[in-house]
């Protein structure tokens, strides 16, 4: 009897449901989501998703959309506004296109976890030291927690959360060389070796080493990561 199906019996959760889940939890804080649907071969592309109300910056009168917030300020303050004058920024997370309204300040990070409700994205030393942040925009790892939102308007961005919906080779080959302990640097390490391998489909050992030496991991789990990579890209580890 495999581990999975005897955690199933006793209702504990195995490492490797608890990996998965932790994926696929996609919009359970989101406000005002018009839901978050996989797209299938034949299928019409999804709707733009609003995820909260919009502000008008001049009288703070709410509205349900963007358009509506347009219209009005057109037609109460006299002018057509620009998207960055109403804060809106525009991008695709996972494939879904998104119309957000941010503050100046807010960052990528702020936005994807607190307001898409996309938690896969972790915090850690908030000063871009740890790369517990990372997430993939415009094919480049970044730190989300040193990103302001407000500059990736018709960004492209990846989460952990993309990754367990294609369900990704790299996220078997974390669990079966045991690559995550607490979890919390997991989502980092595996989009930071996504990255690397979309780029370089047979790195060397020195290369998923250097690629993700700005990652760190509280419970010292490098030598798993390594493996992992290395077994993902097709080689014996």
């Known amino acids: 009897?495999?581990?999975?199906?005897?955690?199933?019996?006793?209702?504990?959760?195995?490492?490797?449901?608890?990996?998965?889940?932790?994926?696929?939890?996609?919009?359970?804080?989101?406000?005002?989501?018009?839901?978050?649907?996989?797209?299938?071969?034949?299928?019409?592309?999804p709707q733009t998703i609003t995820v909260s109300r919009f502000i008008c910056p001049a009288c703070e009168q709410e509205s349900d959309s963007l358009a509506e917030l347009q219209s009005h300020f057109k037609d109460t303050h006299g002018e057509e506004p620009a998207l960055s004058a109403?804060?809106?920024?525009?991008?695709?997370?996972?494939?879904?296109?998104?119309?957000?309204?941010?503050?100046?300040s807010q960052t990528l990070y702020e936005v994807i976890h607190d307001v898409l409700g996309l938690t896969g994205v972790k915090v850690s030393c908030d000063r871009g030291a740890c790369g517990f942040c990372t997430v993939i925009v415009n094919g480049r790892p970044i730190l989300s927690c040193m990103t302001l939102a407000i500059d990736c308007h018709?960004?492209?961005?990846?989460?952990?959360?993309?990754?367990?919906?294609?369900?990704?080779?790299?996220?078997?080959?974390?669990?079966?060389?045991?690559?995550?302990?607490?979890?919390?640097?997991?989502?980092?390490?595996?989009?930071?070796?996504?990255n690397l391998l979309d780029r370089n489909p047979s790195p060397t050992e020195d290369e998923v080493r250097e690629a993700l030496s700005g990652n760190l991991c509280r419970c010292v789990a490098y030598p798993a990561w390594t493996k992992a990579v290395l077994h993902a890209s097709g080689k014996e580890v």
């Not at 932790?22 to 919009?27: A, E, K, V, Y």
Request: net charge negative.
């Open 1 to 45: 009897m495999t581990e999975e199906k005897k955690n199933n019996e006793s209702g504990e959760i195995s490492r490797r449901g608890f990996l998965k889940d932790s994926g696929l939890i996609l919009s359970g804080a989101t406000i005002g989501s018009t839901g978050l649907l996989s797209v299938r071969d034949g299928e019409a592309a």
């Open 86 to 104: 109403l804060n809106i920024v525009k991008f695709n997370v996972n494939g879904r296109p998104y119309e957000v309204q941010v503050k100046p």
């Open 154 to 194: 018709n960004a492209n961005i990846e989460t952990i959360e993309g990754m367990a919906e294609e369900d990704h080779p790299l996220i078997e080959a974390w669990i079966k060389h045991e690559g995550m302990q607490c979890g919390f640097c997991t989502s980092a390490a595996i989009l930071t070796a996504k």
